[in-house]
């Protein structure tokens, strides 16, 4: 078959077309020449393996004829947006190449979009937040104080001063885009970049908002309460959507992560939904039974111990335990009791230990 193109992608033969482009995408970040870690001649060869799978006709004809397909049907007309022009260059179809090469584009200067700000979605944040045991157990509302980035109030986040002149940017001509010819190994590549002048608004305030200085945001200590659900246990996280760092140019703001760290109880361990506590008993106590009172997750309670318990034997009592995280039920409380054996005896207690027999 010549060139395995499957192999070369690193997919297997019945591998989706969109796990395809994601292998492309991988591979095209690691081998691409700028790049520490570049290989034009690896570069080459992915874009060649691409070319003949990313097209599902192409990929068909693959499958039949192997990599010398295009001379027995009569050769590409281009690969997934490239075309080969006039003096051995390459056009790009821009829109088709922003969606191939997604996250690095701004490295090549690849967009799809025609004009107008790039919004940014905001960064997220993650936060320790230290609560008590019975707290995490029961839930407990929390008040959250960050200092973080956030869209300013003056401008709304425009980074114009309120009542200033507005006009259109001259560089771009208000597409918030220019166009630029660069070099590559494929050739003259036109592509389009975020107009440094405007930085992709495609306008030019006469003045800048006051309050943030032109950026659309600054740096605000915003308190608000967070509810922490019954059941959460030590080292898990709660998402707060959009309570993260303000997004540019009006994008949307990140998320807030915030990671529980649960002091641990004196009387209890905890294991999912289930806790765990010990008591002791008297050896008479053990041998005749009684009733004694133990400490709960809800408060104190009163439990029986037969006649002839044993050391290390463990009660269950069904749902005293956690509630458990956003559903229904709660799990359950075991109590290990520990048989205290007397010491340090004077004569007439060994005495009547022996005269017991056991």
Known sequence: MGKDYYKILGVSKDASN??????????????HPDKPTGNEAKFKEINEAYQALGD????????????NFDQARGGFSGFGGFSQGQNGNYEFDLNDLGDIF????DMFGFGSSKGGSKTRQGNDIEVTMTIDFNEAVFGVEKEVSLNK???CEKCHGNGAEPGSKIDTCETCKGTGRIIRVQRTILGNVQTQAVCPDCRGEGKKYSQKCTQCGGSGVHKKIVNFKVKIPAGINNGETIRLSGQGEAGSHGGPAGDLYLQMRV???KVFKRDAYNLFSSV????????LGTKIEVEGIDGRF????????????????KGKGVPKLNGHGRGDHIIKVVVKTPTNLNRKQRQLLESLGI
Do not use: C
Request: charged share 30%.
């Open 280 to 287: 002791e008993i008297g050896m008479v106590e053990a041998a």
């Open 102 to 105: 997604g996250g690095f584009g």
């Open 263 to 265: 002091n641990p109880s």
């Open 302 to 317: 009163t439990i029986k111990i037969p006649e002839g318990t044993q050391s290390g034997k463990e009660f269950i009592f």
């Open 56 to 67: 599902p006709k192409k990929r068909a004809q693959y499958d039949q004829f192997g990599s």
């Open 149 to 151: 980035t956030v869209t």
């Open 18 to 31: 969109e796990e395809i482009k994601k292998a492309f995408r991988k591979k095209a970040h690691e081998y």
